[in-house]
């Protein structure tokens, strides 16, 4: 599931943005979800380092802060370079210095239902097209990088992952074909994320992995 964050100091145009996405999110039956509404950017800096936010929206111009939304992104990229960033503002003047900061886009307010439409369209596209997450049913996604490994069981596939295990209708064989090029299956029942070895007995034939799992390898594959 994506994680969105608002961060706005104006209330009235957060409330009304906050309404409008959640309604496209539900229209548009996108695997997401607004996990903080805030004016407050030291909260939003502790998720961004965290890596709790995949996708934050904010605003330009800081009317009570030290620092506008520009510079503040420009301080967010030092420690997470992987999260979308949407810029929101009254102005149009402050597109080109957003630029620097690698946005996905620049929503001029008052926001309207049209253009939100657009954006969640936009998103959807653009996470259905990312290696960085992977499909596991019509409606869901997962970040790859927080895949440990997947494992086969009886006509389904427990994928354990960093948050969690999760239960998956596709069969490992299904799955194999859309993963990054970072998994391998290692045995046919196992299907491990290259990135989350920790160790590799070669004489036991067993793979170790980051959350204490162990997982055998079959020369075959």
């Keep these: 599931m994506l994680k969105i964050a608002i961060c706005d100091d104006n209330l009235d145009s957060t409330i009304s943005l906050q309404h409008i996405l959640e309604s496209e999110i539900i229209e548009q039956k996108l695997d997401a979800e607004l996990c903080i509404v805030t004016k407050n950017q030291q909260d939003i800096k502790n998720m961004i380092i965290a890596k709790e936010i995949d996708i934050l929206i904010l605003d330009v111009e800081f009317k009570n802060s030290d620092i506008n939304g520009i510079e503040f992104a420009k301080e967010l990229r030092k420690y997470n370079k992987d999260f979308y960033l949407i810029f929101v503002s009254a102005h149009q003047r402050f597109l080109y210095p957003a ?57 389904k596939t427990i994928i354990t992952t960093t948050r969690g295990n999760i239960s998956c209708t596709k069969t490992l064989d299904k799955m194999q074909d859309c993963l990054p090029e970072n998994f391998a299956r290692c045995h046919r029942s196992f299907i491990i994320n290259k990135d989350k070895i920790i160790s590799l007995d070669k004489k036991n034939k067993q793979i170790t992995l980051e959350n204490g799992a162990i997982c055998p390898i079959n020369n075959k594959f």
Excluded: C
């Excluded at 653009?126 to 086969?152: D, T």
């Design 99 to 155: 630029l620097v900061t690698k946005i996905f886009d620049y929503i001029v307010k008052p926001v309207n239902k049209e253009t939100i439409h657009d954006l969640v369209t936009r998103i959807k596209e653009e996470f259905n097209n990312n290696s960085l997450f992977v499909r596991i049913n019509k409606w869901q996604m997962i970040k790859a990088s927080e895949i440990i490994y997947m494992e086969k069981s009886i006509n």
